[in-house]
Nanobody
Protein backbone atom coordinates (compact mmCIF):
# COMPACT_ATOMS: atom_id res chain seq x y z
CA UNK A 1 0.00 0.00 0.00
CA UNK A 2 2.88 2.37 0.73
CA UNK A 3 4.15 4.18 -2.33
CA UNK A 4 7.18 6.44 -2.37
CA UNK A 5 8.15 7.88 -5.71
CA UNK A 6 11.20 10.11 -5.87
CA UNK A 7 12.06 12.28 -8.83
CA UNK A 8 14.15 15.26 -9.85
CA UNK A 9 17.62 13.82 -9.67
CA UNK A 10 20.18 14.21 -12.37
CA UNK A 11 23.68 15.21 -13.29
CA UNK A 12 24.81 18.66 -12.23
CA UNK A 13 28.10 20.45 -11.89
CA UNK A 14 29.46 21.52 -8.53
CA UNK A 15 27.78 24.71 -7.40
CA UNK A 16 24.58 23.89 -9.22
CA UNK A 17 21.09 23.24 -7.92
CA UNK A 18 18.46 20.54 -8.07
CA UNK A 19 14.97 20.18 -6.67
CA UNK A 20 13.90 16.71 -5.63
CA UNK A 21 10.30 15.68 -5.22
CA UNK A 22 8.65 12.75 -3.52
CA UNK A 23 5.06 11.61 -3.86
CA UNK A 24 4.03 9.62 -0.81
CA UNK A 25 0.88 7.63 -0.21
CA UNK A 26 -0.34 4.87 2.06
CA UNK A 27 1.57 6.13 5.09
CA UNK A 28 0.57 5.16 8.59
CA UNK A 29 -1.65 7.87 10.12
CA UNK A 30 -1.87 9.53 6.73
CA UNK A 31 0.51 11.95 5.10
CA UNK A 32 -0.39 14.96 7.22
CA UNK A 33 0.33 13.19 10.51
CA UNK A 34 3.77 11.85 9.66
CA UNK A 35 7.11 13.46 10.13
CA UNK A 36 9.06 12.96 6.93
CA UNK A 37 12.62 12.94 5.79
CA UNK A 38 15.08 12.75 2.97
CA UNK A 39 17.82 10.16 3.12
CA UNK A 40 20.73 9.42 0.86
CA UNK A 41 23.10 6.57 0.22
CA UNK A 42 26.39 6.77 -1.62
CA UNK A 43 27.95 3.61 -3.09
CA UNK A 44 29.53 1.47 -0.40
CA UNK A 45 28.24 3.67 2.40
CA UNK A 46 25.42 3.52 4.90
CA UNK A 47 22.20 5.33 4.24
CA UNK A 48 22.19 8.62 6.09
CA UNK A 49 19.54 11.07 7.15
CA UNK A 50 19.75 14.36 5.27
CA UNK A 51 16.81 16.39 6.49
CA UNK A 52 13.55 16.03 8.38
CA UNK A 53 10.34 17.98 8.54
CA UNK A 54 7.73 17.63 11.25
CA UNK A 55 3.96 17.76 10.97
CA UNK A 56 4.09 21.45 11.86
CA UNK A 57 6.93 22.26 9.45
CA UNK A 58 9.83 22.27 11.86
CA UNK A 59 12.97 21.24 10.02
CA UNK A 60 16.33 19.73 10.86
CA UNK A 61 19.36 19.17 8.68
CA UNK A 62 22.51 17.17 8.73
CA UNK A 63 25.54 19.33 9.36
CA UNK A 64 26.89 18.44 5.94
CA UNK A 65 23.96 20.08 4.15
CA UNK A 66 23.02 22.83 6.60
CA UNK A 67 22.53 26.12 4.79
CA UNK A 68 22.49 24.52 1.37
CA UNK A 69 19.42 22.26 1.41
CA UNK A 70 15.81 23.07 2.23
CA UNK A 71 13.13 20.49 2.94
CA UNK A 72 9.46 21.30 2.55
CA UNK A 73 6.12 19.52 2.46
CA UNK A 74 2.86 20.02 0.65
CA UNK A 75 0.03 18.42 2.60
CA UNK A 76 -2.47 18.95 -0.19
CA UNK A 77 -0.45 17.31 -2.94
CA UNK A 78 1.09 14.87 -0.45
CA UNK A 79 4.58 15.57 -1.61
CA UNK A 80 7.83 16.56 -0.02
CA UNK A 81 10.66 18.41 -1.67
CA UNK A 82 14.33 18.94 -1.21
CA UNK A 83 15.78 22.07 -2.72
CA UNK A 84 19.50 21.58 -3.07
CA UNK A 85 21.85 24.45 -3.80
CA UNK A 86 25.61 24.87 -3.91
CA UNK A 87 25.94 21.19 -4.62
CA UNK A 88 29.22 19.47 -3.93
CA UNK A 89 30.66 16.23 -5.33
CA UNK A 90 30.20 14.64 -1.90
CA UNK A 91 26.45 15.12 -2.30
CA UNK A 92 26.50 12.43 -4.97
CA UNK A 93 24.17 9.65 -3.84
CA UNK A 94 20.81 8.04 -4.36
CA UNK A 95 18.25 10.12 -2.52
CA UNK A 96 15.21 8.59 -0.86
CA UNK A 97 12.19 9.95 0.93
CA UNK A 98 10.44 8.25 3.80
CA UNK A 99 8.86 8.78 7.17
CA UNK A 100 10.88 9.78 10.18
CA UNK A 101 11.84 7.79 12.10
CA UNK A 102 12.40 4.65 10.07
CA UNK A 103 11.10 1.32 11.30
CA UNK A 104 12.52 -2.07 10.25
CA UNK A 105 9.34 -2.75 8.29
CA UNK A 106 9.46 0.47 6.30
CA UNK A 107 9.18 0.31 2.56
CA UNK A 108 11.81 2.06 0.47
CA UNK A 109 11.23 3.39 -3.01
CA UNK A 110 13.67 3.34 -5.89
CA UNK A 111 15.22 6.66 -5.01
CA UNK A 112 16.55 9.23 -7.43
CA UNK A 113 20.18 9.52 -8.44
CA UNK A 114 22.00 12.78 -7.85
CA UNK A 115 25.44 13.07 -9.40
CA UNK A 116 27.55 16.15 -8.85
CA UNK A 117 30.63 16.56 -11.00
CA UNK A 118 33.69 18.58 -10.11
Amino acid sequence: QVQLVESGGGLVRAGGSLRLSCAASGLTFGFNMNALGWYRQAPGKQRELVATISTDDRTNYADTVQGRFTISRDNVKKTIHLQMSSLKPEDTAVYYCNTFPILPTNYWGQGTQVTVSS
